[in-house]
């Protein structure tokens, strides 16, 4: 059986270049694999890479190829819950537009209900390191958000949008689960207890996602999985039935990481590999229910609750 899919992360649109179309896309993800399943649903991710001095301005160009590339492909930009429901049911292609780094707030409220304008719905609130909004994982110990980023918490809260706590600092990540009102994720993160790096989550982490009705999306970097460049389907696996044993079986996702990683498991390097993950499942007498729900329906519940306006 072919699934449907929701991925939390992907970060092909930073890494088109000006003369590449998504549709056809050399990495891996593209117009044309995700057409192949039955319904897909992907968030695209502005990265805001360290080397660009105007943050802000460099989301807006993301965001200007999100819209450009997507309607060439017949993608459904998906801004409410509504739409997001509509697009899996009737088997189409949505794409949701993201933020990776909340430097590109530039340390404006304002700026953040205007990103919720021109469509964006999730913000992953640090990158690795710091910014105005808090301490990202790597880096000083015990720093977790500012006040400022604490207000933007609350403030996506109250707009409908994703508060997203992968890359995040443990203290960021505590402060976060005090202030959300709202189902939070880690978009793209796995747990620490099968491999113990600073991007994963300790088991304490993921039962406090699953207590706020959130979610974990498994990112497929081989490092994030194993600690080595190589890695199979199987250690991804791991990571799901760890998260499974700890009660995630309506918090686990998929946040693969595409076109953001140098090295996935074989068989999932690129989007037409999820439907290996899920026969792998099958294989290991996962019932269908279970599969639909780390595929898409999880995701799709958890998004919908966080879209809705306070």
């Not at 269908?288 to 999880?298: G, P, R």
Request: aromatic letters at 8%; hydrophobic letters at 40%.
């Amino acid at each position: 059986m072919t699934f449907k899919v929701f991925d939390a992360h992907c970060d092909t649109l930073t890494n088109l270049s000006k003369n590449e179309r998504l549709e056809n896309f050399g990495g891996m993800v593209s117009g044309e694999m995700l057409r192949a399943y039955p319904a897909y649903v992907q968030v695209f991710a502005a990265y805001l890479n360290a080397e660009y001095e105007n943050p802000l301005a460099r989301a807006m160009e993301i965001a200007d190829v999100f819209y450009r590339e997507t309607a060439k492909c017949g993608m459904v930009p998906i801004l409410n819950g509504e739409t997001l429901s509509k697009t899996i049911e009737e088997g189409g292609v949505g794409a949701i537009l993201s933020m990776e780094d909340g430097r590109g707030l530039c340390g404006s409220l304002s700026v953040l209900r205007m990103l919720y304008r021109l469509g964006f719905r999730l913000i992953t609130l640090t990158w690795n390191g710091e910014n105005e909004l808090g301490q990202g994982a790597v880096g000083s110990e015990g720093k977790g958000l500012t006040p400022f980023g604490k207000e933007v918490v609350s403030e996506m809260n109250r707009l409908g949008m994703m508060v997203d706590v992968s890359h995040l600092s443990e203290r960021g990540f505590w402060d976060t689960m005090e202030i959300t009102k709202k189902p939070t994720i880690a978009s793209h993160s796995n747990a620490k207890a099968i491999c113990d790096h600073p991007r994963n989550l300790s088991d304490e982490q993921i039962r406090a996602l699953i207590k706020n009705g959130g979610g974990i999306g498994i990112n497929f970097y081989t490092v994030f999985l194993n600690g080595t460049e190589k890695a199979e389907i199987s250690d991804v696996i791991r990571h799901i039935e760890h998260i499974l044993s700890l009660g995630g079986a309506d918090a686990l996702g998929l946040g693969s990481d595409f076109d953001g990683i140098g090295t996935a498991p074989e068989g999932l390097g690129t989007a037409r590999g999820m439907q290996l993950l899920f026969d792998a499942l099958a294989r290991l007498g996962y019932k269908e229910e279970l599969i639909e729900k780390i595929a898409y329906k999880n995701f799709v519940r958890i998004f919908k609750s966080a879209f809705s306006a306070e």
